[in-house]
C-alpha cells in the first residue's frame, strides 16, 4: 500500500516537473512577443509621422529645399518623446540623397525598427523619393 | 499545476491578441500612403501641364510612380494600376476650359486600382483622384467721364469645389485688340477676402462699350487657371 503510494508521488512530482518545465519552455518560446507588439506599434507611430508630413507636400517640399534640419525639427515634434530615430532619404533610383544625417541621437546598439515609405513631391517637376526611417524606444 | 497550465494558456492568447491587433493596421498605413503619393503625382503634373506642360506628363508620372511602388513591397505582390479619364471633356485625363464666359477650369482625373497581398492578408482597393481648379470671375463697368471706365472684377477660386485661396492673380484688360496689364497709374486695387474671393478694380480709357477682362491665376497648388469674360 505505502509502496503504491510512493510510486504515485514519485510520478506526481515528475509530472510537476514536466509541467513546469513545459511552462518554462512555452516563456522562452516567445520571450520577445510583448516587445515585438512595443515594435509594431512604433513602425505605425513611424508611418503615421511620415504621412502627416506628407499632408499637405511639406515633406517633398523639404526635401526638394534640402532642409535637412526642417525635416529632423517636424520629426521631432511628430515623434513621442522617447524614441530615437534616424531618417534616410532615396531618390528614386535608390541613390541616399541627404548631405547630414536626419537623426536625434545613435541608434547604435537599439533593437530598431524600419519603416519604408515612398512619396512624391507636388510641384511642376514631380521627383520620387523613398524614405526609410529607422525606429528605436530610448529605454 | 492548474494554475501553471492557466497562467501559460493565458500568456499565449494574450500574446496572439496584441500581434493581430498591430498587425492589421499596417496594410491600411501603406495604402493610404499610396493614396497620398498617386494625389501628389496628380497635382503636380496638373501644374505642369496648365503652365505649359505636356499632356503626356500626367501618364509619364503615374506610370513612374506605380513602377517605384511596386519595387517596396517584397513579402507578397503589390500593383498599382491606373486609367486616365477619357470621357469627355477629359482627354488623357485632363480637361482645361479657359473659355469667355467667366468661367475657367484646368482639371485632371484618374482611376486607380491596387493590390496588396501577401501570406496574410489581400487587399483590392480601387480609389480614383480628381483635381479640380475652378476660377469664376464677374467683371461689371461704370463710365466715369469720356472713354475713363472704373471696372470692378470678381474672381472666385475653387479646388475640388471648395473655396480656395490663390497664389498669384493677374488681370488684364483689353485696349485696341491688346491685353493690357492694369498697374499703379490706373488706381488699381486688389482685395482678399481670405475666403478665395478677391475684388480687383482699376480705371482706364476703353473706347468700347464691351470693356473684355481676364484673369490669369495660379492658386496654392501651382495650378494655373484663366477665365475671361466682358462687362457691357
Not at chain 1, 99 to 127: D, F, K, M, P
Not at chain 2, 13 to 36: C, H, Q, R, W, Y
Request: charged fraction near 15%.
Amino acid at each position: 500500500m505505502f509502496d503504491r503510494r510512493g510510486q504515485i508521488r514519485i510520478l506526481e512530482a515528475f509530472l510537476s516537473i514536466a509541467v513546469i518545465f513545459s511552462a518554462l519552455l512555452i516563456s522562452m518560446t516567445f520571450p520577445s512577443s510583448p516587445n515585438l507588439a512595443k515594435q509594431k506599434s512604433l513602425v505605425n507611430i513611424g508611418t503615421q509621422a511620415l504621412m502627416k508630413l506628407d499632408t499637405n507636400d511639406t515633406l517633398g517640399n523639404l526635401i526638394k529645399q534640402e532642409n535637412w534640419t526642417a525635416i529632423k525639427q517636424a520629426l521631432d515634434i511628430l515623434l513621442p518623446i522617447g524614441v530615437s530615430f534616424n531618417l534616410t532619404i532615396y531618390d528614386e533610383n535608390l541613390n541616399p540623397i541627404n548631405s547630414q544625417a536626419i537623426q536625434n541621437t545613435n541608434l547604435l546598439g537599439r533593437e530598431t525598427v524600419s519603416v519604408q515609405y515612398v512619396c512624391a513631391s507636388q510641384n511642376q517637376n514631380v521627383r520620387f523619393f523613398v524614405l526609410r526611417l529607422q525606429l528605436a524606444w530610448t529605454r | 499545476m492548474a494554475s501553471l497550465l492557466l497562467s501559460a494558456q493565458l500568456y499565449i492568447l494574450e500574446v496572439g491578441n496584441v500581434m493581430n491587433e498591430t498587425e492589421s493596421n499596417s496594410p491600411n498605413d501603406f495604402i493610404l500612403a499610396v493614396k497620398l503619393g498617386s494625389r501628389h503625382v496628380i497635382v503636380g503634373s496638373l501644374a505642369n501641364i496648365s503652365n505649359g506642360g505636356q499632356n503626356s506628363n500626367l501618364a509619364s508620372n503615374l506610370q513612374k510612380w506605380s513602377s517605384l511602388i511596386s519595387k517596396q513591397y517584397h513579402f507578397g505582390k503589390n500593383i498599382l494600376n491606373y486609367t486616365l479619364k477619357e470621357t469627355s471633356p477629359y482627354s488623357s485625363g485632363i480637361w482645361t476650359n479657359w473659355g469667355t464666359n467667366g468661367y475657367g477650369v484646368s482639371s485632371a482625373y484618374a482611376n486607380f486600382t491596387y493590390k496588396l497581398s501577401d501570406r496574410e492578408f489581400d487587399v483590392n482597393w480601387s480609389y480614383f483622384i480628381n483635381i479640380t481648379t475652378t476660377l469664376q470671375i464677374e467683371s461689371t463697368y461704370q463710365t466715369v467721364s469720356g472713354d475713363v471706365k472704373q471696372v470692378d472684377v470678381i474672381i472666385n477660386g475653387l479646388n475640388e469645389a471648395e473655396p480656395a485661396l490663390a497664389k498669384q492673380i493677374t488681370i488684364y484688360y483689353k485696349l485696341l485688340g491688346n491685353w493690357l496689364i492694369p498697374n499703379a497709374t490706373n488706381n488699381y486695387e486688389i482685395f482678399d477676402y481670405g475666403n478665395g474671393t478677391y475684388t480687383a478694380s482699376f480705371m482706364a480709357s476703353i473706347p468700347s462699350q464691351n470693356v473684355e477682362v481676364s484673369a490669369h491665376v495660379i492658386d496654392q497648388r501651382q495650378i494655373y487657371v484663366q477665365a475671361n469674360a466682358t462687362s457691357t
